[in-house]
């Protein structure tokens, strides 16, 4: 009997080109917000406030304000793996060098797809993320992408 070896390469799970960008975005429903802050000045609450008003369900997930237990009218979760159900998208508002203690909670809870914000790259997360076939896109915002779709 011979082992099945997939011959899938990790590097198509890095995406970056506008097509792959806008099939991501029209398959996905449900974003759970890692870095989701309070302050309405901030892109960690304004872009998941406009992907929410563009349909999308948020789930928050912030890394600080442990007195907060709902955000843009949805409950709020402490851990990736605490939030019940499937997600497709985990929307990273985390600076690069705090990815990395995030990555074994987001493959436990295996998203379709992880998204790291404008100016946030770690191409070490996103290598171990694409190997265990997650979908990865770095250094786009998501607002910008959503609106380039017409959503």
């Known amino acids: 009997m011979t ?4 011959t899938t390469d990790w590097r198509e799970h890095l995406l970056d080109r506008p097509e792959q960008i806008k099939q991501l ?10 870095g989701i802050k309070p302050n309405p000045d901030q892109p960690a609450y304004y872009v998941p406030e406009y992907a929410q008003k563009a349909g999308y369900e ?7 304000y442990k007195e907060l237990t709902e955000m843009h009218g949805e409950k709020v979760y402490r851990k990736l793996i605490d939030i019940p ?21 987001i493959i436990a809870k295996n998203p379709k797809s992880v998204w ?15 190997r265990a076939g997650i979908d990865v896109v770095q250094d786009h ?3 910008v992408e959503l609106r380039r ?3």
């Open 3 to 6: 082992a099945q070896v997939d």
């Open 25 to 34: 975005l029209e398959h996905t429903h449900r974003i759970a917000v890692l």
């Open 58 to 64: 948020i789930v928050p997930v912030p890394v600080y």
């Open 85 to 105: 159900g499937d997600i497709d998208m985990v929307n990273v508002f985390r600076r690069p060098m705090d990815i990395a203690q995030h990555v074994d909670d």
């Open 116 to 130: 790291f914000q404008l100016g946030i790259r770690n191409d070490e997360a996103a290598e171990r993320l694409a």
């Open 141 to 143: 915002c998501l607002l």
């Open 149 to 151: 779709i017409g959503r």
